[in-house]
T-cell receptor, first 113, second 111 residues
Framework: AQSVTQLGSHVSVSEGALVLLRCNYS??????LFWYVQYPNQGLQLLLK??????LVKGINGFEAEFKKSETSFHLTKPSAHMSDAAEYFC???????????FGTGTRLQVFP | EADIYQTPRYLVIGTGKKITLECSQT?????MYWYQQDPGMELHLIHY???????EKGDLSSESTVSRIRTEHFPLTLESARPSHTSQYLC??????????FGDGTRLSIL
């Protein structure tokens, strides 16, 4: 069975600091991995997706994620946090052979001035 | 821009009422999904559809029902609302191998 684990339900950074949100996956087949962002009172917006084309995936708003098979990780990073990055971030894995997604429990990012 | 619309955005209603949450998309997507999201928790798939007249139950058991009579419309119904149904409900759609595209959600509160 496939699953994702997000380490850290809350992450706080100062504006301008590096953002690192952790996601580890479990999959017996090459996974499709996603990062979504959810702003307050809104739905989920796709940040980026990994589909095996390249291990370093660049997304919107300056975010990127690196797929590391040896570590079964797909951590999300941004070099310099902005106040507008404050939101909930969800890692998800596509269930093999289906159209379903399995989501992690989310990480709330706070950005302090 | 919002290509998938959910109404109402917020609903506070008493126990025992029949509720329909609306979800419409203008992108012509064949696949549509309903998720339930409790505060601070992950999304759980409760229903999905691969096209007109196709509906399936998701991974999380739900007392709600869905219908897919038109491609663009995927309403969710609760026949008799209970406080345990209080949650946020998110609708999504996709086509081909594109990622799921989400609506803004309906925040439901049952008194």
């Amino acid at each position: 069975a496939q699953s994702v684990t997000q380490l850290g339900s809350h992450v706080s950074v100062s504006e301008g600091a590096l953002v690192l949100l952790r996601c580890n996956y479990s999959s017996s087949v090459p996974p499709y991995l996603f990062w979504y962002v959810q702003y307050p009172n809104q739905g989920l917006q796709l940040l980026l997706k990994y589909t095996s084309a390249a291990t370093l995936v660049k997304g919107i708003n300056g975010f990127e994620a690196e797929f590391k098979k040896s570590e079964t990780s797909f951590h999300l990073t941004k070099p310099s946090a902005h106040m507008s990055d404050a939101a909930e971030y969800f890692c998800a894995v596509g269930v093999s052979g289906t159209d379903k997604l399995i989501f992690g429990t989310g990480t709330r990012l706070q950005v302090f001035p | 821009e919002a290509d998938i619309y959910q109404t109402p955005r917020y609903l506070v209603i008493g126990t025992g009422k029949k509720i329909t949450l609306e979800c419409s998309q203008t992108m012509g997507h064949d696949k549509m999904y309903w998720y339930q999201q409790d505060p601070g928790m992950e999304l759980h798939l409760i229903h999905y559809s691969y096209g007109v007249n196709s509906t399936e139950k998701g991974d999380l058991s739900s007392e709600s029902t869905v219908s897919r009579i038109r491609t663009e419309h995927f309403p969710l119904t609760l026949e008799s609302a209970r406080p345990s149904h209080t949650s946020q409900y998110l609708c999504a759609s996709r086509t081909g191998d594109q990622p799921q595209h989400f609506g803004d959600g309906t925040r439901l509160s049952i008194l």
